[in-house]
């Protein structure tokens, strides 16, 4: 029987055919796997740069191009007959000799970049003082040394990033840039998916390279794995190596801080870690965010990833609020009211539900009777929002044992004026972070961190946390700002924009309008009157993310609001206010849309 793994690129190509085509795709697929009467056959690319490259008749008019050795087949992607068979072609692949990974080249392209980076490579070469040793040693592919020893400047290296593997292009993109050794070494350390892969490397072993290729290949063993793989949205099956590390480990022994910016993937980590714990871990598992509405996105999202009920019964998505309230609720007999005589706010509830924890079970129990807490694992998304009453609350609600608390956070997204370190209400955490942006372009990520004003930032760490080495992986468009001469035209466009979008066929469900006020999103949402699309407030965009965002009212006045006198306050205020128009700024994948009338916002002042 087959082993068959999928390619991150085959369910985008497939979901892009007509669903006639689809089901006679998804019927062959089956027949493969069952290796039954019918099934589609490899059949060789002539002019193929790897002999292992082959390719499947799936439907009428439509192969998939799979890497073959053995009995494991690794399928790419699924195309009309001449575009697969230039795909199967153009590419060759091989494993990565010292951290094991698959790794795809296009071939066809350095063939024809070489006699160019000959022609003008000058009598220096940049990795000249480097020896063909100690690039083998990083896991330059030996075949491609004769065209690292051609490169003669960095631009060099930035030009062939889209022709190499990642694996083959982040060390040198280290050593081009002034970087030793050893730093080009833990960069390439970063593309493997699990510390524990430490051990000896095959090449010849491909079966081996796919398992340790959780962004790049997922195995299918029957039709319901197949179908789930395919069924399911990216962010569920396929991770970045550093998101699968920290979401898969195997244990924790203290608390784990990850930090990263827009666009990481800080969320997707966190549900898979949440995930991973309601399947492996010891008991049951909350996991907290910001807002009600981040709870029930959170929530649908958990539903994809734990198809199994019983394990995503163990998963319970809340907020520090709503567990404050609960704990009261149970110890009082009925649900605390925050409105009217003998109502306690939310930090009094807090405090109170803190003080009937430690009652109940005391701190020597933390590690001798986990039982008595009302969880044992507690997962945190945006962690850069939760204050230290609420921190010393969810310290108390999980006991002091491995895999306790998995944090996410961002300290230039926060969008309040929380500003406390872990250290200080005892949460000792060991700290991981996320450079690369998977999200956003680098025109947008550019702009967001230009508006945002790029400096460090206290809060969550001791010291501060800055914005150096913060880099998207793709290009795209450069954010568009708008300028007219009243709301009302304004708001006009606002229409006009979005109703194109529509038309021309992205999905409502893709595009988010934002603005600063709650009058604003009223306005916004009279001028578009059936346009169904989502308008909420910059804060309501928070932990979500879409192909197209228009922020609207971003004008003098508005954005920011007038802030404070005291001068301590006003630049916290200011400050608040860059970080959640940067927030707003960072949900877009791919377009950005920006919108004032009258005089626009001073942060626009770029």
Request: overall charge neutral; some cysteine.
């Amino acid at each position: 029987m087959p082993r068959l793994a999928i390619g991150p690129e085959f369910p985008r190509e497939l979901s892009a055919l007509a669903q006639p085509v689809r089901r006679d795709v998804m019927v062959a697929l089956r027949r493969f796997l069952l290796n039954a009467a019918g099934a589609p056959h490899p059949e060789r690319v002539r002019g193929s740069r790897d002999a292992r490259v082959a390719t499947l008749r799936l439907a009428q008019g439509v192969r998939g191009v799979v890497v073959r050795q053995r009995d494991v087949y690794w399928l790419l992607t699924v195309l009309p007959d001449p575009e697969a068979w230039s795909h199967a072609q153009r590419h060759r692949y091989g494993v990565n000799p010292v951290i094991g990974v698959v790794e795809e080249w296009d071939a066809q392209a350095l063939e024809r970049v070489e006699p160019a980076l000959r022609r003008s490579a000058g009598e220096t070469r940049l990795f000249d003082p480097i020896c063909d040793g100690d690039l083998l040693a990083l896991g330059i592919d030996v075949r491609a040394l004769p065209l690292v020893r051609l490169i003669t400047t960095e631009a060099d290296v930035e030009a062939l990033e889209p022709l190499l593997p990642p694996s083959q292009h982040v060390p040198l993109a280290v050593l081009a840039r002034g970087g030793s050794l050893s730093e080009a070494w833990r960069e390439l350390d970063g593309c493997r998916a699990s510390d524990e892969d430490t051990g000896p490397i095959d090449p010849a072993d491909f079966h081996a390279a796919l398992r340790r290729s959780p962004d790049r290949a997922v195995f299918a063993a029957d039709k319901v794995e197949l179908d789930q793989v395919l069924g399911s949205p990216d962010w569920c099956t396929f991770l970045h190596p550093p998101q699968h590390r920290l979401a898969r480990a195997a244990r924790y022994d203290h608390p784990v801080l990850v930090i990263g910016g827009a666009g990481t993937g800080k969320t997707i980590i966190a549900l898979h870690r949440a995930a991973h714990l309601a399947r492996h871990g010891r008991g049951p598992v909350l996991l907290v965010t910001f807002s009600q509405g981040l709870t029930e996105d959170l929530s649908s999202r958990l539903d994809l990833l734990l198809p199994d009920e019983a394990a995503r019964k163990r998963v319970e998505v809340g907020n520090a609020e709503r567990l404050a309230m609960r704990i009261v609720g149970e110890a009082e007999g009925r649900r605390p009211t925050l409105v009217g005589p003998g109502a306690r706010t939310l930090a009094e509830l807090t405090d109170e539900a803190l003080r009937l924890l430690s009652r109940a079970t005391g701190d020597l129990l933390d590690d001798v009777d986990p039982d008595h807490k009302p969880y044992r694992h507690i997962v945190v998304d945006e962690a850069q929002d939760v204050s230290p009453s609420q921190w010393r609350l969810l310290r108390a609600a999980a006991p002091r044992a491995h895999d306790d608390l998995f944090i996410v956070g961002d300290p230039h997204q926060r969008v309040t004026d929380t500003r406390v370190t872990l250290g200080a209400v005892g949460i000792p955490a060991d700290q991981h972070s996320l450079r690369i942006s998977y999200r956003l372009s680098q025109e947008v990520l550019s702009f967001g961190v230009r508006l945002r004003g790029g400096g460090p930032t206290d809060g969550l760490v001791k010291g501060v946390s800055g914005l150096y080495g913060f880099r998207a992986t793709r290009n795209g468009e450069r954010p568009v700002v708008l300028a007219y001469d009243s709301l009302e035209a304004e708001l006009a466009g606002l229409a006009r924009l979005v109703s194109s979008w529509l038309e021309s066929g992205v999905p409502k469900e893709e595009i988010a309008v934002g603005a600063r006020t709650a009058p604003l999103v009223r306005a916004a949402k009279r001028a578009l009157g059936e346009l169904d699309v989502r308008v909420s407030t910059f804060a309501n965009l928070k932990g979500l993310e879409f192909d197209r965002v228009v922020l609207v009212g971003v004008a003098e006045g508005v954005v920011p609001e007038p802030p404070p006198d005291d001068p301590g306050a006003r630049a916290r205020a200011l400050q608040r206010e860059r970080s959640m128009l940067f927030v707003a700024c960072t949900r877009a994948r791919s377009m950005l849309y920006i919108s004032h009338s009258g005089r626009g916002s001073p942060f626009l002042e770029l």
